[in-house]
């Protein structure tokens, strides 16, 4: 099992570019998450789909959009990206039933 | 509002002494709180986890401890590592998740360890 994947892992945008992140996850969870972690901070939650065909905003969700594709894919779009969404974006997912969250590796996205 | 915090930014040690990281959290309604360690350019990593009806758990070289009365929640690593150099951030699980699984992070400690 490859576990979560994101992609890309690292993009630079300029300011008003749109960009998708994708994630991927091969473990069969109902539940996936997006959270985006600035320096010295701890993670911070944007959307999550608590199952297929749900999703429901986070703590952070201003500028962002999500897709649950499928049941596998969970993706954040920025529609225009602004310098203040620089920053570390990891995907998790979790099996329905249990609490722990599995996390992909991240995408580090600069915009400039 | 609920918060969960960690004690202190960074945390040195000496390569096979005992490390033990803090937490202390807001929410007495949570029943699940979960630490995780991340390594430099990459994702958080389950490291070990514990529910509120226990007070204490063990896991390979690992141990999470649960104060419910004061709400604190430690890490102890035996024997550290340079390996285990990284953040740690534990997270419980946000008041009315609703099985939606939402968890709230502290803001991490970061674990040096020195050979």
């Known amino acids: 099992n490859a576990g979560v994947t994101q992609t890309p892992k690292f993009q630079v945008l300029k300011t008003g570019q749109s960009m998708t992140l994708q994630c991927a996850q091969d473990?069969?969870?109902?539940?996936m998450y997006w959270y985006r972690q600035d320096p010295g901070m701890g993670l911070r939650l944007i959307y999550y789909s608590a199952s297929e065909g749900t999703t429901d905003k986070g703590e952070v969700p201003n500028g962002y959009n999500v897709s649950r594709l499928n049941k596998r894919e969970f993706s954040l779009r920025l529609e225009s990206a602004a310098p203040s969404q620089t920053s570390v974006y990891f995907c998790?997912?979790?099996?329905?039933?249990?609490?722990?969250?599995?996390f992909g590796p991240g995408t580090r996205l600069t915009v400039l | 509002g609920e918060s969960v915090g960690l004690h202190l930014p960074t945390l040195s040690v000496q390569e096979g002494d005992n490390s033990i990281i803090n937490c202390a959290y807001s929410n007495s309604a949570s029943d699940y709180f979960i630490w995780y360690k991340q390594e430099s350019g990459k994702g958080p990593q389950f490291i070990i986890d514990i529910r509120s009806n226990m007070d204490k758990r063990q896991g390979q070289r690992v141990t999470v401890l649960l104060n419910k009365t004061v709400k604190h929640l430690s890490l102890q690593i035996a024997a550290t590592q340079p390996g285990d150099s990284a953040v740690y951030f534990c997270?419980?699980?946000?008041?009315?998740?609703?099985?939606?699984?939402?968890?709230?992070f502290g803001q991490g400690t970061t674990l040096q360890v020195k050979p």
């Open positions: 473990m069969n969870h109902n539940s």
């Open positions: 997270a419980e699980n946000d008041e009315g998740s609703s099985n939606t699984g939402k968890l709230i």
């Open positions: 998790a997912s979790r099996k329905t039933g249990t609490d722990t969250q599995y």
